[in-house]
């Protein structure tokens, strides 16, 4: 069995030419969608991740506001750029780029966040929503990753969903929307004893961890369904997921390759979150 690729930067086109049929549409009302955009700090790859979601944003017809803060910016001071955006009618969505500095408290910058307009969907109020199956924004990755099964075919009803990784930003929510789709769900993590065993057992595999190819072939399920969120680099500079690929797909049904898989779809979602925020205004 070799498995088919399940190709994220296809699917992300597809979405972002569909936000900018509704973007656009907005904007002929006077109301066109609006996304801040605040990066602290010269990080090279923040500066990266940030100078894509601009270009997905001028690409979609989502207005783009990009603010620069030197690295020793004070908190209170990122925390006020912060609220005169949340009153500022023409911004939908603010994005803080991750990580700050050291001296920065990262919990009270996304709790200063509306939430109506945290579009990457990390308050505790957006949190609270997904625990609770209420409305509101859900955090891009795992959005991302329920678009792409939707998009594999994938069967979520009864299935055996894994995740591996039980971050707040991945691995939590993401256990909770299989939860939604009634799989039943395991959570594994660097505690989890024999994570093979939970990992066989899986019909969908998530692997969520940030450790380069920690997930091999054997250790797969064969017919599962493997979505590699991982972004890593290995001993020689590649990049890669948390996955094996090459040994994986010789097991899997369909995977997702990196890149090209889950990244595309995280920056995606990103521009779907905005443009709702904008639609629930209008």
Same mark, same amino acid.
Do not use: W
């Given at each position: 069995?070799?498995?088919?690729?399940?190709?994220?930067?296809?699917?992300?086109?597809?979405?972002?030419?569909?936000?900018?049929?509704?973007?656009?549409?907005?904007?002929?009302?006077?109301? %066109? %969608?609006?996304?801040?955009?605040?990066?602290?700090?010269?990080?090279?790859?923040?500066?990266?991740?940030?100078?894509?979601?601009?270009?997905?944003?001028?690409?979609?017809?989502?207005?783009?506001?990009?603010?620069?803060?030197?690295?020793?910016?004070?908190?209170?001071?990122?925390?006020?750029?912060?609220?005169?955006?949340?009153?500022?009618?023409?911004?939908?969505?603010?994005?803080?780029?991750?990580?700050?500095?050291?001296?920065?408290?990262?919990?009270?910058?996304?709790?200063?966040?509306?939430?109506?307009?945290?579009?990457?969907?990390?308050?505790?109020?957006?949190?609270?929503?997904?625990?609770?199956?209420?409305?509101?924004?859900?955090?891009?990755?795992?959005?991302?990753?329920?678009?792409?099964?939707?998009?594999?075919?994938?069967?979520?009803?009864?299935?055996?969903?894994?995740?591996?990784?039980?971050?707040?930003?991945?691995?939590?929510?993401?256990?909770?929307?299989?939860?939604?789709?009634?799989?039943?769900?395991?959570?594994?993590?660097?505690?989890?004893?024999?994570?093979?065993?939970?990992?066989?057992?899986?019909?969908?595999?998530?692997?969520?961890?940030?450790?380069?190819?920690?997930?091999?072939?054997?250790?797969?399920?064969?017919?599962?369904?493997?979505?590699?969120?991982?972004?890593?680099?290995?001993?020689?500079?590649?990049?890669?997921?948390?996955?094996?690929?090459?040994?994986?797909?010789?097991?899997?049904?369909?995977?997702?390759?990196?890149?090209?898989?889950?990244?595309?779809?995280?920056?995606?979602?990103?521009?779907?979150?905005?443009?709702?925020?904008?639609?629930?205004?209008?």
């Amino acid at each position: 069995m070799t498995a088919s690729l399940i190709d994220g930067a296809a699917l992300a086109r597809s979405l972002r030419a569909q936000v900018a049929e509704r973007a656009a549409a907005l904007t002929a009302r006077g109301r %066109p %969608p609006g996304l801040a955009v605040i990066l602290v700090g010269e990080d090279a790859a923040s500066a990266v991740y940030v100078r894509n979601k601009v270009k997905d944003c001028e690409e979609s017809g989502i207005r783009s506001v990009l603010q620069r803060l030197p690295a020793q910016t004070p908190e209170a001071d990122l925390l006020a750029r912060i609220q005169a955006l949340n009153v500022d009618p023409s911004i939908h969505g603010i994005l803080v780029q991750l990580p700050l500095p050291a001296h920065i408290d990262t919990r009270r910058v996304i709790e200063t966040i509306s939430p109506d307009k945290d579009v990457d969907g990390f308050h505790v109020a957006s949190a609270g929503a997904l625990m609770t199956g209420q409305p509101g924004f859900l955090p891009c990755t795992p959005y991302g990753v329920m678009r792409l099964l939707e998009h594999a075919g994938a069967r979520l009803a009864g299935a055996e969903a894994v995740v591996v990784g039980r971050s707040n930003i991945v691995g939590k929510p993401q256990a909770l929307l299989l939860l939604q789709a009634d799989a039943t769900v395991t959570i594994c993590h660097s505690r989890s004893r024999d994570l093979a065993a939970h990992t066989r057992r899986a019909d969908v595999l998530i692997a969520a961890v940030g450790r380069a190819r920690m997930i091999t072939g054997d250790m797969i399920k064969p017919g599962a369904i493997v979505i590699d969120v991982g972004m890593n680099r290995d001993e020689t500079g590649k990049l890669c997921g948390d996955v094996d690929f090459d040994s994986a797909r010789e097991v899997a049904s369909a995977i997702t390759p990196v890149p090209g898989g889950v990244g595309p779809m995280t920056r995606a979602m990103l521009l779907v979150n905005t443009l709702e925020a904008a639609e629930r205004k209008r």
